[in-house]
């Protein structure tokens, strides 16, 4: 099984997960500083702030591109609910 390494900028932690983990599922064991409300991309309380590595990211679904835009943020956040980690990336906390 395919590997990725996910960086949480914020905390200065990196670990080591299968490829087409959730960056949800990843933050909350880490205790990265990302906030979460519904879990299903309406609510954008997960706003995550992309470094480096967004091409190893999925795609962004029509739910997350509609959410987003309501929160009018720049091209390299992502929602951590609806993104799958594919490779290297580093993230943190929107506006943290």
Do not use: W
């Amino acid at each position: 099984m395919a590997k990725a390494r996910l960086t949480f900028a914020d905390i200065g932690v990196s670990v080591t997960v299968p490829a087409g983990t959730r960056i949800i599922e990843v933050s909350e064991k880490v205790g990265s500083g990302i906030a979460y409300g519904c879990r299903e991309s309406d609510c954008g309380t997960c706003l995550t702030t992309v470094e480096s590595g967004m091409e190893h990211l999925s795609e962004k679904s029509p739910y997350e591109i509609a959410t987003l835009a309501g929160h009018n943020v720049p091209a390299n956040v992502r929602l951590a609910c609806q993104t799958l980690v594919l490779g290297d990336a580093v993230i943190r906390p929107y506006g943290g």
